[in-house]
């Protein structure tokens, strides 16, 4: 809005033009918090495959390639079986706790977000903000009192019906 349309506006449409900013900005507010909320649910998601991942490498990974592994240790060296397969079990729990810990730090990431409440945060600080806006004082020039005078007394009144 120019400063030449300010002057030519009447106060309806001002308060009316404010009034839809106002709706506008809430609007937007809304939206950043939902844009927020999904960044959020995307992490989580992300964490929760991540263990579910953990967990399924963890279950069917063990009995195909711990007895690869062990006969392949085995080959190799001449250690006895059994070390063989408990190295084997090893690295398939150090497998499983490596996507558990990306789980573990995407988890923190979705907790640590303060998406809503910095939203939550921005609209009270609007709403504090538009409470304590005082109109601009504006020159107010008053007719002469003959012609208000004058105006009242010409004033036809007006019929209303009863019904």
Known sequence: MSAADGGDQSLGQLVASATSE???LIH???ALAKAQLR?????????????IAALAVLIFSLPMLSFALAYGIHAWSDW??????????AA????????????????KKTSKSKGPQKVAASAKETAAVLG????????????????????VEDAKPVARSSS
């Open 39 to 51: 960044t959020d649910v995307k992490r989580g998601a992300t964490s929760g495959g991540a263990f």
């Open 28 to 30: 937007d507010e809304i």
């Open 132 to 151: 304590n806006v005082k109109p601009h004082p504006r020159p107010v020039t008053a007719p002469a009192r003959g012609e208000l005078t004058r105006a």
């Open 92 to 107: 398939s729990v150090l497998l499983a706790g490596l996507l558990a810990l990306i789980g573990v730090v995407f988890a």
């Open 80 to 89: 006895h079986l059994s070390v063989c397969f408990l190295l084997s079990f």
């Open 22 to 24: 106002m709706s506008a």
